[in-house]
């Protein structure tokens, strides 16, 4: 049977096929959010040139901590997403710090400047404007000075109540990230 393939079932052929609608119509979501702009208050005056624009699919980690009075709440921990470039392939990697890091070995963690109302579905995280600074490789994000996180879509703490303090949550997330220099 070397060479030859196995013939699928009905039911393989209909589950691949689901499963190859689903991830064409996540690309092409993807796709138009690239194609969005920034709001005014998240456009950095003395960016010249953007270095790329990445889509990113993830979740936003959050952990139950008590507050003051006692009483246990969703805190943000850290983001976990893949940055993927316009014909899907995977070029960054977004976690704690925040930080994006690429698979050339560049490197740049943000700093919050700016906030503005996600445009997206309710429950939906901020779009922000973070000021970078790189590692000093060399690479796709060695020259980048800003970082825009735009058409976010989901990524909020979790809707369900924490119980017991260290519990984690994940909220998936989609965003479209311009990086500036």
């Not at 953007?50 to 850290?78: E, H, M, P």
């Not at 939906?124 to 735009?150: D, P």
Request: aromatic fraction near 6%; proline fraction near 6%; hydrophobic fraction near 35%.
């Amino acid at each position: 049977m070397t060479g030859q393939f196995p013939k699928l079932s009905r039911t393989v052929r209909l589950a691949i096929g689901s499963s190859l609608a689903t991830i064409v119509g996540t690309l092409a979501s993807h796709a138009a959010l690239a194609q969005t702009t920034a709001p005014a208050a998240l456009q950095p005056a003395d960016a010249t040139h953007t270095v790329a624009s990445l889509s990113a699919s993830g979740v936003q980690i959050y952990t139950c901590k008590r507050d003051r009075n006692g009483q246990t709440a969703w805190t943000f921990t850290a983001p976990q997403a893949d940055l993927y470039d316009a014909s899907g392939k995977l070029v960054v990697k977004h976690y704690a710090g925040p930080s994006w890091e690429g698979l050339d070995g560049s490197k740049v963690t943000g700093k919050v400047m700016q906030q503005a109302p996600s445009t997206g579905e309710p429950g939906s995280i901020a779009q922000l404007l973070l000021r970078a600074t790189n590692s000093g490789h060399a690479g796709l994000l060695a020259s980048v000075r800003y970082v825009q996180r735009l058409n976010t879509q989901g990524g909020a703490a979790p809707s369900q109540p924490c119980t017991q303090e260290g519990q984690e949550g994940r909220s998936p997330y989609i965003a479209q990230y311009v990086f500036l220099e």
